[in-house]
T-cell receptor, first 112, second 114 residues
Framework: ETGVTQTPRHLVMGMTNKKSLKCEQH?????MYWYKQSAKKPLELMFV???????ENNSVPSRFSPECPNSSHLFLHLHTLQPEDSALYLC???????????FGPGTRLTVT | TQLLEQSPQFLSIQEGENLTVYCNSS?????LQWYRQEPGEGPVLLVT?????EVKKLKRLTFQFGDARKDSSLHITAAQPGDTGLYLC??????????????FGSGTQLTVLP
């Protein structure tokens, strides 16, 4: 595997389910990000981890819970989501923050 | 109000035509990046510009950073169907200090018809 991978690619979940999104980067980077991409809206930065510590949390509801066990892996735990949370969730990594970011293919999430 | 405004939002042209898309802000950026995103994929970095007035070329794509580092443009010459995609600009605010997070525009959806 090369670059940034994300699993699953597609996820349909009910409002009472618990699921997790996984991201893995094979680039040796030290920063990882979660973004939300909704139709007709700019990418919204959700969380930033630098050197495995969370350095940014942009007013994201608590039903989204990130986890970064090491510099190569990032998870987004989902719990009791709302239909408006349906979106493409993108993971990215970079060497240092604010630099060139490499994105994964995203997880298309649908909340029913 | 978005920090980075991209225009046009949608653009549909015939193969062989030229086009320019714009990324504008009232804020100053220390650097600005352009990405292209195809359906079902994540954005892919095309270029980074860091110096006011800088021009970079990538085959048929020409990127320019404004002198004041508040705006940027992407010009495509002789567009091809393979250029179809969502073009995103993203910048690091010069005032962001150590945070240095990327702020994204909402994108220009380009369709090149054969």
């Amino acid at each position: 595997e090369t670059g940034v991978t994300q699993t699953p690619r597609h996820l349909v979940m009910g409002m009472t389910n618990k699921k997790s999104l996984k991201c893995e980067q094979h680039l040796g980077h030290n920063a990882m990000y979660w973004y939300k991409q909704s139709a007709k809206k700019p990418l919204e930065l959700m969380f930033v981890y630098s050197l495995e510590e969370r350095v940014e949390n942009n007013s994201v509801p608590s039903r989204f819970s990130p986890e970064c066990p090491n510099s190569s892996h990032l998870f987004l735990h989902l719990h009791t989501l709302q239909p408006e949370d349906s979106a493409l969730y993108l993971c990215a990594s970079s060497q240092g923050t604010g630099t060139m970011q490499y994105f994964g293919p995203g997880t298309r999430l649908t909340v029913t | 109000t978005q920090l980075l405004e991209q225009s046009p939002q949608f653009l549909s042209i015939q193969e062989g035509e030229n086009l320019t898309v714009y990324c504008n802000s009232s804020s100053v950026f220390s650097s600005l990046q352009w990405y292209r995103q195809e359906p079902g994929e994540g954005p892919v970095l095309l270029v980074t510009v860091v110096t006011g007035g800088e021009v970079k070329k990538l085959k048929r794509l020409t990127f320019q950073f404004g002198d004041a580092r508040k705006d940027s443009s992407l010009h495509i010459t002789a567009a091809q169907p393979g250029d179809t995609g969502l073009y995103l600009c993203a910048g690091v605010l010069i005032s962001s200090g150590s945070a240095r997070q990327l702020t994204f525009g909402s994108g220009t959806q380009l369709t090149v018809l054969p």
